[in-house]
């Protein structure tokens, strides 16, 4: 496959449209004071996200309209949250969660 001029200019414009909304929001709070209520509030968006993450991993939705558990994402995830709130290490917690869940796919 060839690399023309276009398709140079696509990924690069692609790279600005993706990475400038990203940018822009950092480049006009950056000298200014947020209210500590802000700032606590946005203290609160990685626990939501990684939350929202889990729950819709740990839930089957696919299986027809009832919410099912998914067992084998929940088999790994007890131990792995263990393992988390023992070591408090984001390495081990996440090598940990690889290793358990290829156990776990493997067995089942």
């Known amino acids: 496959m060839t690399t023309t001029a276009y398709m140079v200019w696509l990924i690069i414009g ?9 940018v822009i929001p ?3 709070v950056r000298n200014v004071k947020l209210p500590e209520i802000v700032l606590k509030w946005l203290s609160f968006i990685p626990v939501c996200i990684l939350s929202a993450l ?10 027809g309209k009832v919410v099912t558990l998914n067992w084998p994402v929940f088999l790994t995830f007890v131990p792995t949250l263990i393992i988390a709130l023992l070591t408090k290490s ?3 917690t996440v090598v940990a969660g690889v ?6 796919r493997y067995f089942m």
Do not use: H, K
């Not at 692609?14 to 990203?22: D, E, G, M, Q």
């Not at 290793?99 to 776990?104: D, F, P, R, S």
């Open 26 to 28: 950092f480049i006009f």
């Open 54 to 63: 889990v729950i819709e991993n740990l839930l089957d939705t696919e299986s």
């Open 90 to 92: 984001l390495s081990i």
């Open 14 to 22: 692609c790279a600005l449209v993706t990475w400038l909304p990203r």
């Open 99 to 104: 290793i358990i869940m290829a156990a776990v």
